[in-house]
C-alpha cells in the first residue's frame, strides 16, 4: 500500500549537516503520517521526528529537538529530515515509516505498518 524508500546517508563528521530523503509511492502514500526512525545495534529503535498528513503537525524526540527539522514536500510525495549540528550519538541506521490508520504522529514503533530499507549516518568524533 505504500513503498518507502530512503536516501542521502553517509559519514561526516561531528558539527556537520546531513539531509535524508524518504520517497513514498503507493495507494496511500500521499494520505499518511510519515515518521523517522532510528536503531543501533542490539538497542530498540527509537522515534526520531514524525510529520502528519498535512505537514502542518510535526513532533520530534528530545534528543533531536532544535538540531533536527522534518518536512514534507506533498507534491513529490517527499518526506525529508534535515539533520544540523550532528553528533556521534546520531550514529545510526535511519528508517522512514508510514502510519496509514491515524492522522497525528504517534512516536510508536508498532504505529507503524510499512518501513523504508534504512539508510546509514555515521558521524566520526
Known amino acids: 500500500q505504500v513503498q518507502l524508500v530512503e536516501s542521502g546517508g553517509g559519514l561526516v563528521q561531528a558539527g556537520d549537516s546531513l539531509r535524508l530523503s524518504c520517497a513514498a509511492s503507493?495507494?496511500?502514500?500521499?494520505?499518511?503520517?510519515v515518521a523517522w526512525f532510528r536503531q543501533v545495534l542490539d538497542k530498540e529503535r527509537e522515534f526520531v521526528a514524525g510529520v502528519d498528513w498535512y505537514g502542518r503537525k510535526t513532533d520530534y524526540a528530545d534528543s533531536v529537538a532544535g538540531r533536527f527539522t522534518i518536512s514534507r514536500d506533498s507534491a513529490n510525495n517527499t518526506i525529508y529530515l534535515q539533520m544540523n549540528i550532528l553528533k556521534p550519538q546520531d550514529t545510526a541506521v535511519y528508517y522512514c515509516?508510514?502510519?496509514?490508520?491515524?492522522?497525528?504522529?504517534?512516536?510508536?514503533?508498532?504505529?507503524?505498518?510499512?518501513w523504508g530499507q534504512g539508510t546509514q549516518v555515521t558521524v566520526s568524533s
Open positions: 515509516a508510514a502510519d496509514i490508520n491515524n492522522w497525528w504522529v504517534t512516536r510508536g514503533v508498532q504505529a507503524y505498518d510499512y
Open positions: 503507493g495507494r496511500y502514500a500521499g494520505n499518511s503520517v
